[in-house]
């Protein structure tokens, strides 16, 4: 089992979205021993191409809507 972080237990099922404004990365995780939950990151690139995450802030999947 890994963590994305240290935060989210073995997350898995991530895809990269495009947005307007920024990019996403959506993945569920486990949030109990038996739950899975979905999340909802921002995702940056440098000015090299190489992506990280702002993980301080996750979205639940459920309310996130896409950049107006």
């Given at each position: ?9 073995n997350?898995g099922?991530e895809?990269v979205?495009p947005?307007r404004s920024?990019?996403y990365?959506i ?7 038996t739950?899975?939950s979905?999340f ?10 190489n ?16 950049d107006?």
């Amino acid at each position: 089992k890994g963590t994305l972080g240290g935060k989210f237990n073995n997350p898995g099922g991530e895809d990269v979205v495009p947005g307007r404004s920024h990019d996403y990365l959506i993945f569920h995780a486990y949030t109990t021993p038996t739950q899975r939950s979905m999340f909802v990151v921002n995702l940056v690139w440098d000015s090299d191409g190489n992506p990280s995450l702002d993980l301080s802030n996750p979205v639940d999947a459920l309310s996130a809507t896409p950049d107006s």
